[in-house]
């Protein structure tokens, strides 16, 4: 499973608020349970909001599997305070 993010300004920020977008892919079928982005280098972390299209949130777990989207990928974003010299990383959490 992996996770991939970018920042809006080709990784050159100004301290302050900052929105990170990205996509997330798990194998075998397996849904992602959670996906958390850090904006201190792994210090602390803050859930990120999943979806699979603008303004449909993510259906990890469904009755009937025409309508669950754990085969696709996870589109997410998170917002953070950065300070000038700062790592952002993004993890991905599954059900197995």
Known sequence: MSAI???EDDNMIKDGKVKVHGYAVS?????????D???DGGKAWVEAS???KSGIPYNAIADDDIY?????????EAEGDVLHNTEIVAKAVSNC
């Open 68 to 76: 669950c989207d754990k085969w696709a990928w996870v589109l997410f």
């Open 27 to 35: 194998g075998g079928g397996r849904n992602i349970e959670r996906l």
């Open 50 to 52: 999943r979806h699979q």
């Open 5 to 7: 993010c970018s920042s």
């Open 37 to 39: 982005v850090s904006f």
